[in-house]
């Protein structure tokens, strides 16, 4: 057993060494960070040295002797390598040459930290569960006081607003809701506002012809078992309809006279098919009539009348036109174009080949210089994937080379991810600096989208001190394959800043790096976010089913109860987001007595290489 012990005191003094040899190697780091984060910054460093070794032979072998095995060790690394140096020295009956450092976090310190930076960032945790709630305000939320108060009182504990949506005025009318709310209740929340940054999207395609489509409920055997319920109201006069209706038409002029029910109102639809409204009730200058059959409106659609209320004819008018998608299928080319003008579909022959290819445009043009052959691109959330194939000054060529079985369509105003591209894009757009300085006197934290370099968070903490803002606290959100790469780096330039974060943005991020990756990098996100005390946000999708149809998933639900592990969970907007803040506070209240964090195993990390020196040491 001795000989055994010597191996493991033999191993870990190499990491001992390598770890405490951070404070030289690195002291160019630390030096730039205000004195009240240095000791964060160091523990950082000291576990990117850590996780440049692979412990994963030795750890069960500390295990075995009762001793720990490194795995809970980011937020105090130096002090435990040590206190378990310490420990097999006492074991073999020998003493270390080399004193313990007593300037090292100790577990105890280095939780309080992490729990001080949370408290400083996000607010006290509320009583029974230590993550807070983050809710995504929807545009209504600026009319709507009851939903914000409802919101409070499920358990929010932050609101977020993202600044890519609305405007500075229902910005401002859901803040002083928030107000009113956290008044009435004696509640704190926090104000969360995103930068929307620049986000790379499809562009707008050539419209549809201008057809809406109303139909029956019908069951299995195609009889009608509810009709469908229609509303009759003069364009001008839209808002006076409140009843919960399956369409509305607005047509050219008001009803003239009163009509009863059972009165009928016959029409020929775009089909020419013959086709009759039943008149239910009238409501001022609101007719509401079902519909039997299935009939597809247009504008210029003749509505006739005749019976006691006199004859007449009424048009429909402002008929939207479709949405035309584009429709692709794995193996088909796609050309971006750099402009606005309207994207179309593939034109096809009469045997149903692609003739001319289907394009689109995006709304970042610069991406165009960085684009280069051969690299991967992803639509929709990563629901279509492609391959350059050529970069031509007005055009990309795209392979598609993911698509469903079936082929997937491709709307107008959805995201692109380059993740192999490095796009020369400034962080900060111009409408980002503008929608700052609402931000800079209504917020407490600012997400910073796409932030890629630790310049880019340079020039955000200028910006806010410009704007005399530096209590604001940044969220830096990590939602590419660089930001990933580049965490450690942004973590150090975001310790300049007295409040600050990460948000797991995991939509995108799972499509640049993989979905199959997805939760290999969020476990790397949430140690080195613990190693460096910065508080995470953990987002994107976390019970959304439940919010958007009222009913969770079980793999959701699983996943909200593993956001235990950070110290802020983000819901997005849906109709029965209520519902959702108040399951989510349960599963938090019940999780609360389970986990906090997890045991990892310690295999070497690509990304602690980013920033620690190469060394030469023993590899346990």
Excluded at 363 to 377: H, K, M, Q, T, Y
Aim: hydrophobic content about 40%; some cysteine.
């Amino acid at each position: 057993m001795s000989s055994e012990i010597r191996a493991l005191v033999r191993d870990l003094e190499a990491v001992r060494e390598s770890v405490a040899r951070t404070d030289v190697d690195c002291s160019a780091y630390v030096g730039a960070i205000p004195e009240a984060q240095r000791a964060s910054a160091r523990n950082l460093l000291q576990y990117l040295a850590l996780r440049r070794h692979d412990l994963r032979r030795i750890q069960p072998q500390l295990a075995t002797l009762g001793l720990s095995s490194l795995g809970r060790t980011e937020s105090h690394v130096l002090n435990s390598v040590e206190t378990v140096l310490g420990a097999l020295h006492a074991l073999d009956g020998t003493t270390s040459d080399k004193e313990p450092n007593p300037a090292t976090l100790t577990y105890d310190a280095g939780e309080a930290l992490l729990k001080a930076h949370a408290d400083a960032l996000l607010g006290r945790a509320p009583k029974g569960r230590t993550v807070r709630i983050m809710v995504t305000m929807p545009g209504e939320a600026s009319a709507d006081y009851q939903m914000v108060r409802d919101l409070v009182a499920g358990g929010m504990d932050c609101m977020r607003i993202n600044c890519a949506h609305d405007d500075a005025d229902a910005w401002g009318r859901m803040i002083e809701h928030l107000g009113r709310a956290t008044r009435e209740l004696k509640r704190d929340c926090r104000i969360a506002m995103d930068l929307a940054g620049p986000k790379l999207r499809t562009g707008p395609i050539e419209p549809g012809q201008a057809v809406f489509k109303v139909k029956p409920t019908r069951d299995m055997c195609g009889y009608v078992t509810k009709p469908a319920l229609v509303a009759l109201v003069s364009a001008s006069q839209l808002h006076a309809v409140t009843a919960s209706v399956d369409a509305i038409l607005p047509i050219d002029g008001d009803i003239p006279g009163r009509l009863a029910e059972g009165d009928v109102i016959a029409f020929d639809d775009v089909r020419g098919r013959s086709r009759q409204l039943v008149v239910r009730a009238q409501d001022g200058p609101v007719v509401i009539a079902t519909l039997e059959r299935t009939a597809y409106f247009t504008t210029g659609t003749h509505l006739r009348f005749l019976g006691e209320a006199g004859a007449w004819t009424r048009s429909v008018v402002d008929i939207p036109p479709l949405q035309q998608p584009l429709s692709l299928k794995k193996g088909d080319t796609l050309l971006l174009t750099p402009d606005s003008v309207a994207g179309r579909r593939a034109v096809l022959d009469e045997h149903g080949r692609v003739v001319i290819p289907a394009r689109i445009g995006i709304s970042l043009p610069e991406a165009f210089r960085d684009v280069r052959p051969g690299e991967a691109i992803w639509l929709d959330d990563g629901k279509i994937g492609g391959t350059v194939r050529s970069v031509e000054p007005e055009q990309i060529t795209v392979e598609i080379t993911h698509a469903r079985p079936g082929g997937s369509t491709l709307a107008s105003e959805k995201g692109i991810n380059l993740p192999d591209t490095a796009l020369r894009l400034a962080a900060l757009t111009d409408k980002d600096i503008q929608d700052l300085a609402f931000v800079a006197t209504h917020a407490d934290m600012v997400g910073y989208s796409f932030v890629r370099h630790a310049d880019d968070v340079h020039e955000l903490q200028r910006r806010l001190a410009d704007l005399h803002a530096e209590q604001v606290g940044i969220v830096l959100k990590i939602e590419t394959r660089h930001a990933f790469n580049e965490l450690p780096t942004l973590l150090l330039a975001a310790m300049r800043t007295g409040r600050f974060g990460v948000m797991i943005a995991r939509g995108d991020l799972a499509v640049e790096c993989g979905f199959e990756r997805m939760a290999e990098v969020q476990e790397e996100i949430l140690w080195i976010c613990e190693a460096a005390h910065a508080p995470v946000i953990w987002a994107t999708q976390v019970l959304e089913t439940l919010a958007k149809t009222g009913m969770p998933s079980r793999a959701e639900v699983t996943d909200a109860a593993m956001s235990e592990r950070a110290e802020c969970v983000m819901l997005n907007k849906g109709p029965y987001i209520r519902e959702a803040v108040r399951t989510l506070d349960n599963i938090l209240h019940r999780m609360q007595g389970h986990q906090t964090k997890k045991r990892s195993m310690l295999r070497p990390l690509q990304v602690a290489h980013a920033v620690v020196p190469e060394q030469t040491t023993a590899q346990p």
